[in-house]
């Protein structure tokens, strides 16, 4: 069965993720390597735990990993 109603976690990350990478971007063309490369890391890890709670086994799992996101 089809879920039609938008997660907005899901949306809120993905779109955060984006901006990171462009930012990270700016911050490469200014040699900023070191800076970007964590940013770029930490930024976007938070959409990708964020879609791992998702498909939690337990509601107390979905929390762990939400918290882990946050």
């Known amino acids: ?3 039609d109603k938008e997660n907005l976690i899901i949306k809120l990350t993905l779109e955060f993720s984006l901006e990171i990478i462009e930012y ?3 911050l490469e063309e200014k040699r900023k390597y070191v800076i970007a490369r964590q940013l770029l890391k ?3 890890s938070i959409g ?3 879609r791992e709670a998702q498909n939690a086994e337990s509601k107390a799992d979905f ?3 939400m918290k882990i996101a946050a």
């Open 1 to 3: 069965m089809r879920n």
């Open 24 to 26: 990270s971007e700016l």
């Open 42 to 44: 930490a930024g976007t």
């Open 63 to 65: 929390l762990h990993k």
């Open 48 to 50: 990708a735990n964020a």
